[in-house]
């Protein structure tokens, strides 16, 4: 919550993107009780519910991450469940996840649909269409050099006139904290579970 990236969506209006975000983790603990056959019904309901909601606060960026992290949980799952030789949980577990997926969509539909039909007018509705090419949409993308920022603030800057990365501009840097990355780096090296394959 105090990462720079997140206070700098707050401060620079992007709203939409800081509610979209609060309900990822919410995606992924019902998303993990779905895959460990915790009151499947029940969970993918809520699944349901919370991917709409968050598709309705009109960030399809943020809702498109979520659904690539609960895809890679249920890779993950998957193998864990191969392993045991479970392949029929694999399958229950897609059914219900896919039918959250779906019900969520349909949740969305109400702002999805006329979107949809609008993009073909926008700024952003692609190169076919007179809107944006993909070389722009893709110039805020994290370039894997400045992951050097999630330890190291200033790698490439602070932002602002201080920048000096791939992007165009931005007016903070990626950081994480050196304690997160620490836990994430020990947990890598100690913890063997099913959580860490």
């Known amino acids: 919550m105090i990462m ?3 206070v700098a ?5 992007h709203g939409s993107q800081a509610a979209s975000i609060a309900y990822m983790p919410f995606a992924l603990l019902l998303s993990w009780h779905i895959l460990r056959g915790n ?7 809520l699944l349901a519910v919370g991917l709409g ?3 309705l606060r009109g960030h399809v960026q943020i ?3 979520t659904y690539l992290l609960i895809g890679l949980l249920f890779l993950f799952e998957s193998i864990y469940f191969l ?4 392949a029929r949980a694999i399958a229950k577990s ?4 896919a039918a959250a997926v779906i019900l969520a969509a349909g949740i969305a539909a109400v702002l999805l649909v006329p979107v949809r ?10 190169s076919g269409s007179g809107g944006l090419d993909y070389g722009y949409a893709t110039n805020w993308s994290l370039h894997p050099k400045e992951m050097l920022t999630f330890v190291f603030p200033w790698a490439f800057g602070y932002g602002a006139p201080t920048y000096w990365g791939q992007m165009p501009f931005t007016n903070y840097p990626n950081y994480l904290g050196v304690v997160t990355v620490a836990f994430g780096l020990f947990a890598f090296r100690y913890a063997r579970d099913r959580r860490t394959l």
């Open 9 to 13: 969506i707050g401060a620079y209006g």
């Open 83 to 86: 392993r045991a030789g479970q």
């Open 94 to 97: 897609f059914a219900f996840l």
């Open 53 to 55: 909601f968050q598709m």
């Open 117 to 126: 039909q609008y993009a073909a007018y926008s700024i952003r509705g692609g």
């Open 63 to 65: 809702a498109y991450y």
């Open 39 to 45: 009151r499947r019904l029940t969970m993918a309901a």
């Open 4 to 6: 720079p990236n997140f």
